[in-house]
Each structure stands twice: as structure tokens, then as C-alpha cells.
Nanobody
Framework: QVHLAESGGGLVQTGGSLRLSCAVSGRTFTMGWFRQAPGKEREFVGAIAWIGGNTYYADSLKGRFTVSRDNARNTLYLQMNSLKPEDTALYYC????????????????WGQGTQVTVAS
């Protein structure tokens, strides 16, 4: 069983930065970040292999968002830079027992989410 707990969300101005954290308990192979804005479908943000650290991003977010992990602290991170109002969403971390993927169905465990609001 894997338990996930996100933190670090909040209100930020356009152009600002924010780093989300996800505390992980249990073993996992792949960790990912997803987001869901009101009235929209859940969207893949990025993912990382827990062993090896290979990363994979949504094309639209490459260059602004960075996924990383600290194995010793069992923590996943999402560094978000140059934030825009359209980045406003509930951000979730998720864990998979499989390979890195971009589909929500590939992930077995989910956190409760942390809200990010970007003010214009």
C-alpha cells in the first residue's frame, strides 16, 4: 500500500514560482503529477522513475515545470516557474507500480491534491 500527501500549494502572482511536495510512504516505481482545473479533465503534468530518475513531461509544460524526487526523504517535488493563470488547478501526485506513463489509469495510488491559484 502506498500513501501520498501533497503540500505546498497556495496563491501566487503571474510569473511567480511554487514548489509542490508529495510525501510518499510505501514502495513505488513511478511517480507522477497531474492537475485538474474546474470544469476541465484531469491533465498529465510530468512523471519520474523512482529508480534512475528518468523524467517525462507534458509537451505544453516542458521548460517551466520540473519533476524531481529525493529518495532519502521519500519525497516527490514539482517545481513550477513562470506561472500563468491557466496553471490554476488542483494538483495531485500519483504513484504507479509500472513504467513512466501519462495516463491517469496507469497510476494506482493518488493523493488528495493541493490547490494552486495563480492570480493575474
Amino acid at each position: 500500500q502506498v500513501h501520498l500527501a501533497e503540500s505546498g500549494g497556495g496563491l501566487v502572482q503571474t510569473g511567480g514560482s511554487l514548489r509542490l511536495s508529495c510525501a510518499v510512504s510505501g514502495r513505488t516505481f513511478t511517480m507522477g503529477w497531474f492537475r485538474q482545473a474546474p470544469g476541465k479533465e484531469r491533465e498529465f503534468v510530468g512523471a519520474i522513475a523512482w529508480i534512475g530518475g528518468n523524467t517525462y513531461y507534458a509537451d505544453s509544460l516542458k521548460g517551466r515545470f520540473t519533476v524531481s524526487r529525493d529518495n532519502a526523504r521519500n519525497t516527490l517535488y514539482l517545481q513550477m516557474n513562470s506561472l500563468k493563470p491557466e496553471d490554476t488547478a488542483l494538483y495531485y501526485c500519483a504513484a504507479s507500480n509500472g513504467r513512466v506513463g501519462a495516463r491517469g489509469l496507469e497510476y494506482d495510488y493518488w493523493g488528495q491534491g493541493t490547490q494552486v491559484t495563480v492570480a493575474s
